[in-house]
C-alpha cells in the first residue's frame, strides 16, 4: 500500500523515508545539517524516490504522507 513519489534532493527534509540503493533511510538531523551534506556525499543529485505512507481513518486510507 505504500506509494512513492520522486522528488528533487534539496526538497527532502528531516523525517522523510527515501529509498537509496534499494534501502529505505530515514533523513535525519545529522544528513540534513549542512544542507543535505549526507545526501551530496553519498553523490546524491537530482531526483529520489521519498516514500508515500498511507494515513488510515475508520478502516480506510484518508490520504498518503511523507512523515507518520
Not at 522528488?7 to 544542507?35: A, C, H, P, R, S
Not at 543535505?36 to 553523490?43: A, E, I, R, V, Y
Amino acid at each position: 500500500m505504500t506509494k512513492f513519489e520522486l522528488v528533487d534532493v534539496k526538497n527532502v527534509i528531516k523525517g522523510d523515508t527515501i529509498l537509496i540503493e534499494d534501502k529505505m533511510i530515514t533523513v535525519g538531523l545529522v544528513q540534513n545539517k549542512f544542507g543535505n551534506g549526507f545526501l551530496n556525499t553519498k553523490g546524491m543529485r537530482g531526483m529520489v524516490s521519498r516514500i508515500l505512507f498511507p494515513k488510515w481513518h475508520s478502516g480506510k486510507i484518508v490520504k498518503y504522507v511523507t512523515q507518520l
